[in-house]
């Protein structure tokens, strides 16, 4: 009737997929930001809006890859592994992106303070 049939958790096996994986969330993080524009940007308006959004993809993509060949190391992979993985990309990806926004689009002094305002802004 009914068995427990352990099932290892899926896992990319090669950096070919990671880079895959990578990218196609890079992709996602940009539809989303185009599609949702959450965070304040339907009030950004400039002429090159979308073009300054992309560098999210990249700055997403990197962190998701990152963190990936950071936990493909280990062999056992589980739940708890795949929890570090998502708080290592949301870590990364926060940071990056904090640095993107503030040396390139708002152009303020960087600070733990205005770091700890972004992030309670989300």
């Known amino acids: 009737m009914f068995s427990l049939v352990p099932y290892s958790y899926p896992k ?3 950096v070919k997929e ?7 969330a890079g992709i996602l993080v940009y539809l989303f930001l185009i599609i949702f524009q959450p965070f304040g940007t339907e009030n950004y ?4 809006k979308y073009f300054i959004l992309f ?3 990249l700055i997403f ?7 990936s060949l950071f936990v493909f190391r280990f ?6 592994s795949e929890l570090l993985k998502i708080f290592v990309i949301l870590v990364l ?3 990056f992106s904090y640095l993107y926004n503030t040396l390139f689009i708002s152009h303020v002094e960087l600070s733990l303070e205005n770091y700890g305002y972004m992030c309670s802004t989300l």
């Open 18 to 24: 990671i880079l895959i994986s990578s990218m196609a």
């Open 61 to 67: 993509g990197a962190a998701f890859f990152i963190s």
């Open 12 to 14: 990319s096996k090669s």
């Open 75 to 80: 062999k056992d992979w589980n739940i708890g």
């Open 55 to 57: 560098p999210y993809t």
């Open 45 to 48: 308006h400039h002429p090159y």
């Open 93 to 95: 990806g926060s940071i």
